[in-house]
T-cell receptor
């Protein structure tokens, strides 16, 4: 049963510290998405990769967030420096296009708390 | 105004009830419509999708789209306590080989009580 994996599952850190979240997409999927979920805003798209190339990162605060895909099995999302308003659940999803429809499969999320 | 709107709920129903979950969207260009289910402290999981107006059934779940009124519904028959979750609708454009994103609603929290 292929799944998207994310590490760490939980992270508590102090304001100003660097946070790195990792994602392993489903083998064979060629798109990867990073989302942030909060009660107030719901799911917000932060960044989107296709074949490891960044296609859209317009939802990401560029001054502190960065997303990369060093290889096909690893996507990373970094926050430096972290702030309390970054507290949220961060989801990675990998995608597969079937008959023109883009199916996205989500990981379990990283719950980030910045104090 | 968000492109996809959902009533956040919570919606509480007795076991066995028929549940109706709804979304409206503003962009008539959207071509397909998805429903995701999210259990507490888990990632969203894809339930079903449809791309034409009308109904699509999958077991106890029926997705309905009315493109003329930009209205999306998910019906759950014979609801079970295990259906208690947050349901998110999402809309998208047919993949064109370039960038392609889903637009999500904020989700409706459903509780099915014994």
């Amino acid at each position: 049963d292929a799944r998207v994996t994310q590490t760490p599952r939980h992270k508590v850190t102090e304001m100003g510290q660097e946070v790195t979240m990792r994602c392993q997409p489903i083998l064979g999927h060629n798109t990867v998405f990073w989302y942030r979920q909060t009660m107030m805003q719901g799911l917000e798209l932060l960044a989107y990769f296709r074949n490891r190339a960044p296609l859209d990162d317009s939802g990401m605060p560029k001054d502190r967030f960065s997303a990369e895909m060093p290889d096909a099995t690893l996507a990373t999302l970094k926050i430096q420096p972290s702030e309390p308003r970054d507290s949220a659940v961060y989801f990675c999803a990998s995608g597969l296009v079937r008959t023109g429809i883009h199916e996205q499969y989500f990981g379990p999320g990283t719950r980030l708390t910045v104090t | 105004q968000k492109e996809v709107e959902q009533d956040p709920g919570p919606l509480s129903v007795p076991e066995g009830a028929i549940v109706s979950l709804n979304c409206t969207y503003s962009n008539s260009a959207f071509q397909y419509f998805m429903w995701y289910r999210q259990y507490s402290r888990k990632g969203p999981e894809l339930l079903m999708y449809t791309y034409s107006s009308g109904n699509k059934e999958d077991g106890r779940f029926t997705a309905q789209v009315d493109k003329s009124s930009k209205y999306i519904s998910l019906f759950i028959r014979d609801s079970q306590p295990s259906d208690s979750a947050t349901y998110l609708c999402a809309t998208g454009l047919f993949f064109t080989g370039g960038g392609n994103k889903l637009t999500f609603g904020t989700g409706t929290q459903l509780k099915v009580e014994l």
